[in-house]
């Protein structure tokens, strides 16, 4: 039987065991709320599946079938796949957490010589193989599932052979979104580190937001992880009117921030010291939001952990919702931050630069601006809302409406080109100098501070969320959108040739370097003279224009 439970898992790998049984049964109405599954239930289910996970690196490449007939003494595997991260890593799934009690039972700690061990224990582990009949590189073909998008020119190569420029909008999205498998690793890596900071707060949670979580992040972006101390129980426990009642004695400090300052300090410290695969550990303790940040080498995430950031889960729960109301949203977004990055001008390092949420939030404001619009504004959300959407932190009001079936979009039927081109066209003739971008009002605000670009935060409306963004990267960025608005006005269409390297078009153009003069990328300077590459641009333009008409 043993053998047959084999063959079954065999079967499903890449696939969720339960989730392929209930799909056959699923309903079209069922399909209706699992499309608008709200970001809570979603969480909720990522982070019971990573409960019941581990994380194993598999250097000694033993057979998958070996490999899972091993685990599978501990109880059923629901899931399981493979991913490579200097190394061949897998991560499993069970179908209750007592197996990974189990299996953590019989889990060796090792012995090292010259060194010694923090005898920590986590779910993460690596695979020993002692048996001599098996030959150490018996490599069995694990498929492994990409954890990083595709490069750049691959990206420009396959984007050229798609037939029109709503298909190349699509296929980016496709492209370059988060998988399944990458969701469930980004959990995982969340759930190891409250293991880390349950020793200290077993209440506590530790929950993904940013582009994680909010349906526009790319395979390889950082992961944003928040401690959450506010659901742990005596917050809200009612003091009886009379008679005796018991409270803890504790520590005080002057200021919330404060007590931010020394929890983040303390887990800082325990991660770097005793959480395997965490290292780089650096408190920036100091920052507008304290945070500890780390490399997690073995999903070589770059991690993010902060504290007390509820206004941040609130715009990334507003995101989440801004993309899932209309597809044309998450595949702007992303097509608009691929560019971005193309042209340096977002990076990954912190800087004058404008950030992937300024750029999402300028994609959000421009399809409110549209007529008919395509996603409401933010005070529309919120007089939607209903008593249990109430909710206001530190004095911000960040109510807006969860429940997605009450909001009734307006019928704009513009094709995801056009939308491109008009975004270009709008950020190109922008008002940067007197106006601030509004996505609560939905239009455009007279700046109430200087600052070369003017964001409202959305919650924290007395925020510039692009307070870092010099007058030199905004120019870069409004130069950029010119040069790109001009490309794509150009109307040149593939044209099929069958090449293995077909000549860039449509999305694919905009995407080269910049053949604008002084806006090119710091890192992309070549020495050929600019007149020589708007030369080589326009005659391949030409050459597409007369084989379009011939
Ligand atoms: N955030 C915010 N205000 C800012 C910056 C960030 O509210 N000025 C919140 C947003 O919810 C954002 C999250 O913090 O999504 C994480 O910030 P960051 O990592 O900078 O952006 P991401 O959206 O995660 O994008 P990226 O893929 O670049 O990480
Ligand atoms: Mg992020």
């Known amino acids: 039987s043993l053998q047959k439970l084999d063959n079954f898992l065999h079967r499903c790998v890449g696939t969720d065991v339960a989730a392929a049984q209930t799909e056959t049964a699923r309903t079209d109405e069922s399909d209706e709320t699992e499309r608008h599954k709200s970001l809570h239930t979603l969480l909720e289910e ?74 920590f224990k986590s779910r993460l582990l690596s ?88 349906g526009f992040g790319k395979l390889g972006c950082d992961l944003d992880m928040f401690l959450d101390l506010d659901s742990i129980s005596g917050w809200n426990v009612k003091m009886p009117k009379s008679g005796l009642s018991l409270e803890f004695q504790m520590k005080r400090a002057n200021s919330e921030r404060a007590v931010t300052q020394s929890i983040l300090s303390v887990i800082g410290e325990c991660v770097d010291q005793f959480g395997p695969g965490c290292v780089g550990v650096q408190k920036i303790l100091n920052a507008r939001c304290p945070l500890v940040r780390f490399a997690h080498q073995p999903s070589g995430f770059q991690c993010d952990l902060t504290a007390n950031n509820r206004v941040a889960m609130k715009s990334t729960e507003l995101l989440y919702l801004y993309g899932e109301l209309d597809p044309r949203v998450r595949s702007l977004v992303f097509s608009v931050r691929c560019w971005a990055r193309a042209h340096s001008i977002t990076s990954s390092i912190p800087g004058a630069w404008i950030t992937n949420f300024s750029l999402t939030v300028m994609v959000l404001f421009f399809l409110q601006k549209r007529n008919p619009p395509i996603i409401p504004t933010l ?102 959108c010119q040069e790109s608005s001009w490309l794509l006005q150009q109307n040149v269409t593939n044209v099929p040739s069958g090449s293995i390297n077909p000549t860039p078009w449509g999305l694919a153009t905009l995407l080269l370097p910049s053949q604008v003069a002084g806006i090119k990328s710091r890192k992309k300077m070549r020495r050929e003279p600019a007149s020589e590459r708007i030369k080589g641009l326009l005659e391949s333009l030409k050459n597409k224009n007369s084989a379009k008409r011939s």
């Open 46 to 119: 990522r982070q019971k599946q990573a409960e019941r996970s581990v994380l194993i690196s598999c250097q000694s490449r033993t057979s998958e079938k070996k490999f899972l007939k091993h685990l599978s003494r501990h109880g059923d595997v629901q899931k399981y796949f493979f991913y490579e991260s200097y190394g061949l890593y897998a991560v499993v799934e069970f179908a209750t957490r007592e197996s990974v009690a189990s299996l953590l039972e019989g889990t060796v700690i090792p012995f090292v010589s010259h060194e010694s061990v923090v005898p």
């Open 127 to 214: 695979l020993r193989n002692l048996s001599s009949t098996d030959t150490p590189n018996q490599q069995s073909g694990h498929k492994c599932q990409p954890q990083t998008t595709i490069p750049i020119n691959e990206l420009i190569q396959r984007l050229s052979r798609e037939e029109s420029i709503n298909q190349q909008l699509t296929f980016l999205t496709e492209a370059y979104q988060i998988t399944e498998e990458n969701s469930r690793l980004r959990f995982l890596v969340c759930s190891l580190l409250k293991d880390c900071a349950a020793a200290y707060f077993p209440e506590c949670d530790i929950k993904p937001f940013g582009s994680t979580v909010n």
């Open 379 to 480: 005070d529309q959300l919120r007089d939607l809302a209903g008593p249990e959407d109430k909710c206001v932190i530190e004095g911000n009001d960040c109510t807006f409406v969860s429940d997605f079936s009450k909001i009734r979009l307006q019928s704009n039927t513009e094709t995801l080109e056009k939308l491109l081109c008009e975004f270009f066209e709008f950020y190109s003739t922008f008002s940067f100098s007197r106006m601030s971008i509004n996505i609560r009002k939905g239009t455009e605000q007279n700046k109430p501070e200087v600052a070369p670009l003017h964001i409202q935060n959305p919650f924290e409306t007395s925020l510039n969320v692009s307070k870092n963004v010099n007058a030199t990267q905004l120019d870069r960025f409004v130069a950029l």
